[in-house]
């Protein structure tokens, strides 16, 4: 397990999500994060809430996993946490500037 890290977002008191990555517990994790003890973004957004996390075996895959969030659109993390798999297929289908019509 130490080899591992967690994928998380949290939800902040503005509703923005904030995406992170640790190998600390999640409840220490969070609690940093509501105390102030990190300068950044969620510092003027307190309190936040853990509203999902995903393991990773290996703390490299959930680094990129995290920067890969971190460039999603807003729905697309809402799918994700809400485990709406299907939307999350759909999000992620590129949208073509150069359709043609029928």
Not at 4 to 31: F, H, K
Not at 33 to 52: D, K, S
Not at 57 to 64: L, M, P, Q
Request: glycine residues 6%; charged residues 25%; contains cysteine.
């Amino acid at each position: 397990m130490a080899d591992g890290a967690w994928l998380y977002i949290l939800r902040c008191s503005d509703g923005s999500y904030y995406v992170g990555t640790t190998r600390a517990s999640l409840e220490n994790r969070v609690a940093q994060h509501n105390a102030g003890t990190f300068q950044g973004y969620t510092l003027t957004r307190r309190p936040v809430e853990l509203i999902y996390s995903q393991w990773f075996d290996r703390i490299t895959d959930a680094i990129e996993n995290e920067r890969k969030l971190k460039k999603w659109s807003r729905a697309k993390k809402e799918a994700l946490i809400q485990g709406d798999f299907a939307s999350l297929q759909q999000l992620a289908k590129r949208k073509s500037p150069h359709q043609t019509s029928s």
